[in-house]
Structure formats: C-alpha cells, structure tokens
C-alpha cells in the first residue's frame, strides 16, 4: 500500500440529529447514500486509517456516545466537528483525546453559538487541540458583522497554524471515505 493510501481520513457521522436546518448540510445530500453503514466503531475496516473526523449532527447533542467513540479511537488522531460547546464537551476537552477542531459558525449566529467560540480559543492556547484546527463560517450579516465573530476570527486569522475558511458548499473531501453508525 503507498504512503498516500496510508494516510486516508475516516469521516465518521456518530449522529444526524441537528436543531439547525442548513440549506447545504451534507446530511440532506446524496452523499449520504454512498456512505459506509457501521454496525459499531469496533468494525475491522477503521483499523486501516490514521485519522478519524468525528462528525455530525450537532455532537453535543451526544456528549457520552462521543466521549465512547474518543475512548476507542485513541490510538488514531482524532478530530471532531462541532458547533457548540456544552459543559458536557467541556468536561471531555479535558481528557485530551482530540488533535483538532473544526468549529463551524453559521448564520445567523445564536447566541449560544457566539460564547462557544471563545472557549475553543482557549481550549487551542492551552495546548489541548494540537491542531490542525479550522473556524468555518458562512458569510452574511449573522455572522462576518458579528462584533464577538469578528474578534474571533481575528486570533484564527493571526495565528499561522489556524486556518479559517469560508463555508461556502458542504461536501466530504476527497482524500475521506464516509462512515455511517447503522443506528442513525
Ligand atoms: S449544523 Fe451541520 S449537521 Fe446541522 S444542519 Fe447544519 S450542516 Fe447539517
């Protein structure tokens, strides 16, 4: 197997659920039909990738089948999308178990949602997220004239090791291959 192959990333979706109705969500998508059903994250074919992108749905929604999923996968680096911190995910951003973030921020913006991004900075300047991590936003008045956003984005944007990029389409990268857990 080349070196290439070798570094595939795992895209796993653990939840659909989601309070948000985004019109590019790639849960509404057909991408979801090609993804790979698993009937647990014990499943053989996981122990060929080096990288695991923990995925959703709003992960927050399911701190323990999350904190479940960090448990079995620390061996691998871990990386999770969110887009809210809970006290729960609080509590699991101190275990360490996770190499990066991408914290996406849509529009409008909640308020919720506003104060969970100063937490991820502090998370990441703490040294609990190595990185790489991502701030993703939509553009629009909810979220770029935000004046907590734009201070925000600010620190991502200064910070060389911090990549922030808009979220213009959603779509699983090329170099992933899309898990599904068989009870979503
Ligand atoms: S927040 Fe993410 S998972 Fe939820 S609807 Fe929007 S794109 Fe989909």
């Known amino acids: 197997m080349s070196e290439i192959e070798t570094k595939k990333k795992a895209r796993i979706?653990?939840?659909?659920?989601?309070?948000?109705?985004?019109?590019?969500?790639k849960n509404k998508s057909k991408i979801l039909s090609e993804a790979i059903v698993l009937e647990h994250l014990a499943d053989p074919i996981l122990e060929d990738y080096d990288e695991i992108i923990l995925s959703g749905g709003d992960l927050a929604s399911i701190?323990?089948?999350?904190?479940?999923?960090?448990?079995?996968?620390?061996?691998?680096?871990?990386?999770?999308?969110?887009?809210?911190?809970?006290d729960?995910?609080?509590?699991?951003?101190?275990?360490?178990?996770?190499?990066?973030?991408?914290?996406?921020?849509?529009?409008?913006?909640?308020?919720?949602?506003?104060?969970?991004?100063?937490?991820?900075?502090?998370?990441?300047?703490?040294?609990?997220?190595?990185?790489?991590?991502?701030?993703?936003?939509?553009?629009?008045?909810?979220?770029?004239?935000?004046?907590?956003?734009?201070?925000y984005c600010k620190f991502f944007n200064t910070t060389s090791s911090y990549k922030m990029t808009a979220l213009q389409e959603c779509k699983i990268p090329t170099n992933e291959d899309l898990f599904l857990l068989s009870n979503q």
Do not use: Q
Not at 63 to 86: G, N, V, W
Not at 123 to 143: A, C, S, V
């Open 88 to 151: 729960d995910l609080e509590t699991i951003m101190k275990f360490r178990l996770i190499y990066g973030i991408t914290f996406y921020v849509h529009n409008p913006l909640r308020e919720e949602e506003v104060f969970s991004i100063p937490k991820v900075t502090k998370y990441i300047e703490r040294g609990w997220l190595p990185g790489p991590n991502k701030l993703l936003f939509e553009y629009g008045n909810g979220g770029r004239n935000n004046p907590y956003f734009s201070e």
């Open 63 to 86: 701190p323990y089948a999350l904190f479940r999923a960090l448990l079995s996968f620390r061996d691998k680096r871990c990386y999770i999308d969110l887009i809210r911190i809970t």
């Open 13 to 25: 979706l653990l939840t659909l659920d989601c309070t948000r109705n985004c019109k590019l969500c």
